[in-house]
């Protein structure tokens, strides 16, 4: 098992930045892949980045290509999304998630967090 909890979200400025972080703890040396994604309300979930945990891979959805940034710190079990220039469709609850199987998904993730609200005023 893989428990992860996000924090940093909050309340921001169109134009504004925000860094969530996600602790994961349990058994972080199963992990291959860490995940952010994103749900507005009435919207499905979408993929926003993900980062492998051992090398340095990222991948990118191309709506938050050139604003988001994931890194890791894999000292502290911690993944992070940098947002910039933020917009109001930004706006949504923000999780991360782990995947344990395999590098290169977008969708299939194991473990998820609870979750972070983002929102975005214009």
């Known amino acids: 098992q893989v428990q992860l909890v996000e924090s940093g979200g909050g309340a921001v400025q169109a134009g504004g930045s925000l860094r969530l972080s996600c602790a994961a703890s349990g058994r972080t040396f199963s992990i291959y892949a860490m995940g952010w994604f994103r749900q507005a309300p009435g919207k499905e979930r979408e993929f926003l980045a993900a980062?492998?945990?051992?090398?340095?891979?990222?991948d990118y959805a191309d709506s938050v290509k050139g604003r988001f940034t994931i890194s890791r710190d894999n000292a502290k079990n911690t993944v992070y999304l940098q947002m910039s220039s933020l917009k109001p469709e930004d706006s949504a609850v923000y999780y991360c998630?782990?995947?344990?199987?395999?590098?290169?998904?977008?969708?299939?993730?194991?473990?998820w967090g609870q979750g972070t609200q983002v929102t975005v005023s214009s």
């Open positions: 980062i492998s945990w051992s090398v340095s891979n990222t």
């Open positions: 998630a782990a995947n344990v199987k395999t590098w290169g998904s977008r969708s299939k993730f194991d473990y």
